[in-house]
């Protein structure tokens, strides 16, 4: 979803989910220890971990691993060298695009107009960068999908990190976060080269 006030990027205790300039939010696996603080604070639930991979391997090797979280990165390598996401590519019906939340917000609106639809991800969690425009009622289509890892409802999401308890957590993790971070990408450094096992 991409939230525009993530709380698995702000609330990340290693510092590994960030969120870009573009609005991308995006975990970095050279550091990321597979915690899964990111997916418990998801309203959604999305980040889902991969074990047996990731910088744990080689910090404590004989637990084998917690593994990395991972979730969409937007082609996060393949939009910065100036091409589109995946998704959008293969759409076979060109109904997705990316570009500012702002356009994309008018664009939304503009098409949930025309076609007397409904908007999902203006404000939900505070407002996320990915944004759906149905002819049928969110509520409806979320009491017919399936809920589970890798799928998420599209029922009504509250803003996790408005309340000041959350806000005030963040403030006092953020330095040690910080600290953790910095450590972790020194160690990440720190490994031989022909070690990498993409």
Not at 51 to 59: C, D, E, H
Not at 121 to 136: A, I, K, Q, R
Request: a positive charge; charged letters at 15%; one cysteine or more.
């Amino acid at each position: 979803m991409h939230c525009v006030h993530p709380p698995c990027a702000e609330l990340c205790p290693w510092g590994a989910a960030a969120t870009e300039k573009n609005g991308t939010v995006r975990i970095d696996a050279s550091i990321c220890l597979g915690g899964a603080k990111c997916r418990a604070v998801c309203p959604w639930h999305i980040p889902q971990r991969q074990t047996g991979v990731g910088l744990y391997l080689k910090l404590l090797p004989s637990f084998a691993g917690n593994g990395v979280m991972f979730k969409c990165d937007r082609c996060y390598k393949q939009v910065a060298a100036g091409g589109t996401p995946a998704c959008i590519e293969a759409c076979p019906n060109g109904v997705q695009t990316i570009g500012p939340r702002s356009a994309i917000v008018a664009a939304a609106h503009a098409l949930a107009q025309k076609t007397g639809g409904y908007i999902y991800g203006e404000t939900e969690n505070g407002g996320t960068n990915t944004l759906y425009v149905s002819p049928v009622p969110f509520a409806t289509l979320d009491a017919a999908v399936a809920k589970g890892p890798g799928q998420p409802g599209l029922g009504q999401v509250a803003d996790v990190m408005g309340s000041e308890a959350n806000l005030a957590k963040t403030v006092l993790l953020a330095p040690i976060a910080g600290v953790a971070a910095g450590i972790l990408r020194l160690a990440g450094r720190a490994k031989p080269k022909g070690d990498d096992h993409a």
